[in-house]
């Protein structure tokens, strides 16, 4: 449909008059920064490498840093002890070897080679050309051959690795020029310096000029047919062919001129797709690569681009992209997950609604106004409304909140904080048309040409335009979307459950009447219809639902809960639309997630795929005909293409980041603890008396958002959890044998990594505690006892007799003393409940329980409520006999295996076996009934007693103490919430 000529002279007039038509930025990958404050040691990053079990290796003036997805650990100079440090802090160059088993590091100093697993340090000492050469190291690379080369002020080395040894090779001549890279194109070895490009005669071994003699050079990187990237200092990145005559340096390069963000390349990333990452002094930038000179701009943080110093490029063999900086740590991306684009519009960030238009476009409103938005072209007209325009009875010049474009009639109709407006085709601003002074926030058009306005307070009005009048109205809550069922009737999501509305009867009915799983309690935010036959309907915090009926019978209504047990449950869902193959894109408070056509599978969205990362708006949502669907939120809008969304397998590699035992010194006493070295297998000895293992997954993007399950096979039974926190697993006094310990990883979509690490822990016993001398042992020991017995038998005869009959005696008496003293020992003099140190020893054995074999138990505390007005009023021995009573009562209401004890004045401690906190509160419930229904008769008093009741999980605490505390907590928030209750 075409626009009438009135209306596009309209938008002319106000296009010209602001003079303002404006291309929008695509969204760029997102980066995940990491700076001093992340916990690294210092903010210049001159490179990056990767060790065999995917931790990233940074190169600073502070040395290297090894970083695990979570922690930092530095290795700085050496001490006493060569092997534990570098000999200079400055750290320039960083290589992995082939098997990334070492990282090799080049300094100021010299050039040394870390063991990952042991993490010692070898140092090597080069071979010098001249008296005057310096240890320093440009560069560390290993070509395509598998060969390490070293490039070191104007020299070129080769390691050996057969004799562990570094040779020089050749030298540039040249002193006042500098080697800066190295490169192995087919059979020819490059080398690159700050005056020209050099080749390897292998025969002499001596560096020939191949090219521009004069141009300083800092990066080589090999490309596709034999030609080669040439980073310079002045000229930006130049494509090389070495076969071809080479015409002059300015003609093979990209440089500011064609975009770079600076001449000064520092860095060159290709990528396995072709595509080139360029770092420069003032930023990063992108080169397509079926258009190396059209060149992209991607900040890596809040800073603008062009501020950004970038030192080091490197690609994970994950395919993550890792950019180190000169004053701002380093950022990870994954380029392969870039699959959503995020812009502003017209310098507005806030896009609280959408409406689709046409051709393409999108009606946008946002605090800067309202706005045409092309999908395709990526660019933007308007604003169609000022908020600095001056206010009128007439115009609606406040907060848009909602849109909708009424193809039919070609009409633009939004709602605003002030009513039901229009877009005036002759001053193309907003105009409220009516429901004056109502503040609106969802609305929809039925075909009979009725307006549906959903207010923020004052209910849903059916507005009728030709008679401009209100024909219908409910006194709903916020109404977040308007649904129509047929001609007459509508869906409304409220914040107070979903309704069903009948502009013609009037007649309101809320699905709550037929279904306890969506109240008018649940907060509503989204309700479609679904090319499956039924309803989508999204709520905040309570889940993701389908609902079906019958045609019109309500009675027949059928709600399901999609995925319960995933993160949908626990957000807000802002919008949900259904792709031609069923499958649903929902924008949430977190992001976008995609729930697969099976209702099972799904995948998360966030700012590493280019998404919002403060999420999206309710309703701000609109599709267009070539597919695209766009979400808004508080940072602009996001749109993408279900069919090019690229869901990629999440499968990080989980391993262990350290292993430690605590070992006990027999000669003084005391506890030594020891680091071990990374491996597949350990062997601890009888001495060893505590095992620590800690463990991370190599996912740089999400790794705060990870669990983990771990196990010690043939130790325990079950897996034991834990968050991204505490990543550590502890192990005391192992029997002697052998036991596996696994650990794997845990997605926030329930979603398990296939990789898992492994430990094998191999316990030896003690020499007195091996088979052969075990038994040695026990024949010696059976030996001299039956000696011992042969030569007192005859002894033992004779007094026998006696002595029976006195032991005899005597022990019954223990028996019945010990008996008695343990009874008082145990029990509460009054109410005769065990006392709290019975409680204790039995609390604390259920905790070991509980560490041992994960069998839950749960405490409650109970207190009569006013006592000390009882004992006032009615006397101590009154009270006395209350607490006898009361005690009873809760007594008698457990179960055999509940302990219940005195815990002090009127204050009794009950311990369930087993149960949770959810069972305990039932128990809790159930005994302050029995309380608050028994009357206590104390001749001549009866009285009436009510009890207070903290409970409490040992699950969610550290210590029996430490739920006790909580416990005692909970209770003062019932006895200062009322008394007679149950706090859990």
């Known amino acids: 449909m075409r626009l009438p000529s009135a209306y596009l002279f309209s938008i002319f007039a106000l296009l010209v008059s602001f003079n303002f038509i404006a291309r929008a930025e695509i969204g760029a990958p997102a980066f995940h920064t990491f700076d001093m404050e992340s916990g690294i040691t210092h903010v210049t990053v001159s490179d990056i490498a990767e060790d065999k079990y995917g931790f990233l290796w940074l190169a600073s003036q502070s040395g290297i840093d090894k970083f695990d997805g979570y922690t930092f650990r530095n290795f700085g100079m050496w001490g006493d002890d060569k092997s534990t440090g570098l000999q200079t802090l400055s750290v320039l160059q960083l290589e992995a070897s082939p098997d990334g088993d070492y990282i090799w590091v080049g300094t100021f100093s010299g050039l040394s080679r870390l063991n990952v697993d042991t993490e010692k340090f070898k140092h090597y000492s080069l071979p010098v050309s001249s008296p005057s050469s310096k240890q320093v190291i440009n560069r560390i690379k290993t070509t395509s051959d598998g060969t390490l080369w070293i490039v070191s002020e104007r020299n070129v080395y080769r390691y050996y690795e057969k004799n562990d040894s570094i040779e020089l090779v050749s030298y540039l001549p040249d002193t006042t020029s500098t080697l800066t890279d190295i490169e192995l194109i087919g059979n020819t070895l490059y080398v690159t310096s700050t005056s020209g490009l050099y080749k390897l005669d292998a025969i002499k071994n001596s560096l020939v000029l191949v090219a521009y003699e004069g141009v300083n050079f800092t990066r080589l990187v090999s490309a596709e047919r034999s030609r080669f990237w040439l980073g310079t200092s002045t000229h930006g990145i130049c494509l090389f062919n070495p076969n071809v005559e080479p015409e002059p340096i300015t003609k093979q390069c990209t440089s500011e001129i064609q975009g770079l963000s600076d001449n000064s390349v520092t860095d060159i990333l290709l ?204 006194p709903l809550s916020l109404t977040t979307r308007i649904l129509f069922e047929n001609d007459e009737s509508a869906w409304l999501s409220t914040v107070t459950g979903l309704h069903l509305a009948n502009k013609l009867t009037g007649e309101l009915t809320s699905i709550s009447d037929y279904t ?99 999420g999206y708006y309710i309703g701000s949502v609109a599709t267009t005909q070539n597919n695209t669907i766009l979400f808004g939120g508080a940072e602009g809008l996001t749109q993408f293409v279900p069919s090019e969304v690229a869901n990629v397998k999440w499968s990080p590699a989980v391993h262990l980041t350290k292993v430690e035992t605590v070992s006990r010194d027999e000669q003084n006493g005391t506890s030594v603890q020891q680091r071990l070295n990374l491996g597949e297998k350990i062997e601890l000895t009888h001495n060893n008396i505590a095992l620590s293992i800690k463990f991370a997954a190599t996912d740089f993007m999400n790794a705060n958002e990870l669990r983990y399950a771990y196990k010690l096979v043939d130790f325990e039974n079950s897996w034991r959890f834990t968050d991204f926190k505490t990543r550590v697993a502890t192990y005391t006094n192992l029997e002697p044998g052998r036991y596996r310990f696994t650990v794997k990883a845990i997605n926030q979509e329930n979603v398990w990594s296939s990789d898992e690490a492994q430990l094998e822990v191999i316990v030896i016993p003690p020499w007195w505690d091996e088979p052969i001398w075990r038994g040695a042992l026990v024949l010696s020991i059976l030996f001299i006892i039956s000696s011992v017995i042969w030569l007192r038998i005859s002894a033992l005869k004779k007094r026998s007799a006696e002595l029976a009959l006195k032991v005899e005696e005597k022990t019954r008496d223990l028996e019945a003393m010990i008996e008695k003293l343990t009874h008082l020992s145990t029990q509460d003099s009054l109410t005769g409940l065990k006392n709290r140190r019975y409680f204790t020893q039995r609390a604390n054995a259920e905790w070991q329980e509980f560490k041992r074999h994960g069998r839950t138990f749960s405490l409650l505390i109970v207190d009569i409520d006013f006592f000390k007005n009882i004992n006032d009023e009615y006397g101590h021995h009154v009270g006395d006999e209350v607490l006898v009573k009361i005690a009873k009562t809760l007594e008698k209401n457990l179960r055999e295996s509940d302990v219940i004890a005195r815990w002090g004045g009127e204050e009794f401690l009950i311990l369930l076996p087993s149960l949770n906190i959810q069972e305990a509160y039932w128990v809790a419930e159930k005994l302050r009934k029995c309380v608050s229904e028994q009357t206590i008769e104390s001749h001549p008093h009866s009285i009436k007693v009510t009890i207070t009741c903290g409970v409490a999980d040992i699950k969610d605490y550290d210590s029996v103490d430490a739920c006790i505390h909580a416990v005692d907590k909970k209770l003062y928030m019932g006895k200062e919430s009322g008394r007679n209750a149950v706090v859990k």
Do not use: C
């Open 516 to 614: 306890d799983k969506i109240t008018d309690s649940t907060v509503v935010t989204w309700v479609s219809r679904s090319e499956r036959g039924g309803y989508w309907v999204g709520t905040q915090a309570d889940g993701l639902y389908f609902v079906t009926k019958n045609n019109d019978d309500l009675s027949t209504i059928t709600v399901t809960q999609i995925t319960p047990e995933s993160r949908l449950s626990k957000v807000s869902i802002g919008a949900i639309v259904e792709d031609d193959e069923y499958g649903l894109w929902i924008s949430t408070i977190e992001g976008i997630t995609y729930l697969a056509p099976d209702l099972s599978t799904l995948y998360h969205y966030g700012a590493e795929n280019g998404a919002l990362s403060k």
């Open 271 to 474: 990528q396995r797709n072709g595509d080139l990452w360029v770092a420069t002094e003032r930023g990063l930038n992108l080169l397509k690569a079926h258009s190396p000179y059209t060149v992209l701009h991607f900040p890596i943080s809040d800073k603008d681009s062009g501020d950004e110093r970038v030192s080091s490029l490197y690609q994970t063999k994950s395919g993550l992209v890792v950019v180190g900086t000169k004053d701002d740590g380093f950022a990870i991306s994954n380029p392969e997950l870039s699959n959503f684009y995020t812009t502003e519009v017209g310098g507005g960030r806030i896009i609280g609604s959408m409406a689709s238009f046409k051709e393409n476009k999108v009606w946008v409103a946002n605090e800067k106004g309202l706005w045409i938005y092309d999908t395709v072209n990526k660019t933007y007209e308007g604003p169609f409304t000022s908020n600095n325009a001056q206010k009128s009875d007439n115009k609606a010049s406040d907060k848009i909140t909602s849109t909708f474009y009424d193809s039919n009639n070609d009409t633009l109709w939004v709602t605003t904080r002030s009513g039901l407006a229009k877009l005036n085709r002759e001053t193309s601003r907003l105009e409220i048309e009516g429901l004056q002074g109502k503040s609106g926030y969802s609305i929809n058009i039925d075909t009979q040409g009725d307006i549906w306005f959903g207010g923020y307070s004052d209910g849903v009005f059916v507005y009728r335009p030709s008679e401009r009048r209100v024909i219908q109205q409910w």
